[in-house]
């Protein structure tokens, strides 16, 4: 990640700080609770454990200049939401009475070696991370002694993590929260002069995208009742870009940051909405949230290499940057595409059929690396989890090497899911005067059309970047080649393993078995609708 030595903020809090925490009879001073992506006290497995052990805590959230300084992959929307979360969890901990959250700056492990060297004992929530992340916990655990705390209903240190994996989800879903007493602890905390207004100050976080919600607990809870009312309209609404803005449950960014566990929900749910199909699509995300986060768990490789070896260099040679600035500001000339990008930067959401639409254009019609493509997501979605975004992104690609190759034609996402054109004369105004009927293709309107609604394609708006139908064929021919391959290197154990497929090593192995042409899925049959992302 490189230096420290460059962040406008100093590392705090100080040595002497820590240690003015210090009882006067040199008892073990407590524990410190080190908050990452969990911003909550209820059902919360590090929480819990500190409180059972020690009569003393101290809330820790550490301000990692990786993540807020250049180098770090989130817009400034996406950070001003994580702050919005700390404010809440902070609101949480006075709300029991307690001092509030510790805000820190710094290296992590700098910042809690300050607390070990005062004799704090640390505690954190297990949780999967990139190689980052996973270094840093590792040096958390091997130099600090801290304390990593299972919680999350996913599978660890098992020889083969996808055995019974949905019946171990299951019973975890089913499982009692942790709970702890806030009357049988102090909540401890240390001014550091570190706030979420200085952070933000110092690194120049400014909001400019638009509709970005409230982060927090308190804004996710009225979220999460207000969707399960409504829960009847989801499965009406997941596809469409207009309908999925308010019809889908909006709760994606408040899980990513932790302020809602997906137990909670899966609970709330199950006991409170109508039972029908809503209810039963909605909780089969809540499964498949936890899919893809094994996936992370049990390769952090997915973050940067293709899962099949076979695909690692594929599209690099193509690599176009005008093709690829095209495609991140909406200049295609494929008008469901770039009203999406436009979508997505405006405001830092899609949903999922438009994310999949617009990763399946990029990485199959543009023929461009997969990587570029995934973290220009990463960096503009407020939701942005890597367990999931990178997952996806790799899946629909067709990266793993599995039958089922999912091509999504723009022309035909604009007749099924705006047919009115509203969202696309939303997000491309150029293109607004034309008629309808002319918006899934609009280098084909006629000029006397174009003439009377001025609009001129090819200087209003462009005509289309590539031939879709060339594209489409010349990649089909392309991976189709590499196909065989693929499929037979999954079935190697390593390989399956990275795939971490929900049918485990056997469905691999069975996939290498039967290797063939893949199956060019156009994204409307059960599998589609089996992998469609949690939203």
Known sequence: MGSFADAPLPVAPDA????????????????????????????????????????????????????????????????????????????QYRDVDGAGLTYAHGDPIEVLSRFADAGWDAVASATATGRYGRRRDERARERLGVEFVDGDGLVRDA?????????????????????????????????????????????????????????????????????????????????????????????????????????????????????????SMFVSRLYWNRHYT?????????????????????????????????????????????????????????????????????????????????????????DGDPAINYTQWQSQCGLVGRPGLRLYDPRKQIRDQDPDGEFVSRWVPELAPLPVAHLDAPEKTPLAVQREVGVRIGETYPYPVVDYEAARSEFRERYGAAYPAAAERLGEEAIARRASLSGGIDAAESIAADHGEPDADPGTGSAQAALDEFE
């Open 16 to 91: 002497e700080a820590v240690r003015s925490l210090s009882r006067p009879d040199d008892a073990d001073p407590g524990t410190v609770v080190w908050h990452r992506s969990d911003l909550r006290i209820a059902d919360h497995p590090a929480v819990a454990a500190a409180a059972d052990e020690s009569d003393r805590i101290l809330p820790l959230f550490v301000f990692d200049p990786g993540f807020h300084d250049a180098r770090g992959a989130a817009c400034d929307a996406r950070i001003a939401f994580l702050h919005d979360c700390l404010r809440d969890l902070d609101r």
């Open 294 to 382: 094994q996936k992370l768990l049990d390769w952090p490789g997915w973050l940067d290499r293709a899962v099949n070896p076979v695909y690692e260099e594929f599209n690099r040679d193509r690599h176009d940057p005008d093709l690829v600035a095209a495609w991140k500001d909406g200049e295609t000339g494929f008008p469901m595409v770039d009203a999406s990008m436009r979508c997505l930067r405006e405001t830092g959401w899609l949903n999922f059929r438009m994310r999949a639409l617009c990763a399946s254009v990029y990485f199959h019609i543009l023929q461009q690396p997969w990587r570029i493509g995934a973290d220009h997501f990463y960096e503009h979605l407020i």
């Open 159 to 279: 020889d083969r993590p996808r055995a019974d994996w949905s019946d171990r989800v299951e019973a975890w879903l089913a499982a009692e929260p942790f709970d702890w007493d806030p009357r049988s602890v102090a909540v401890e905390r240390v001014e550091t002069g570190i706030t979420p207004e200085r952070v933000a100050d110092a690194y120049g976080v400014e909001l400019t995208k638009t509709r970005v919600p409230t982060g927090g607990r308190e804004a996710g809870r009225e979220r999460l009742h207000a969707f399960t009312e409504e829960i009847a309209e989801y499965p009406g609404s997941i596809s469409s870009p207009v309908d999925a803005r308010d019809g889908t449950s909006g709760l994606s960014p408040y899980l990513r940051f932790g302020c809602l566990s997906v137990r909670e929900v899966h609970r709330h749910v199950d006991e409170r909405a109508p039972d029908g199909r809503g209810k």
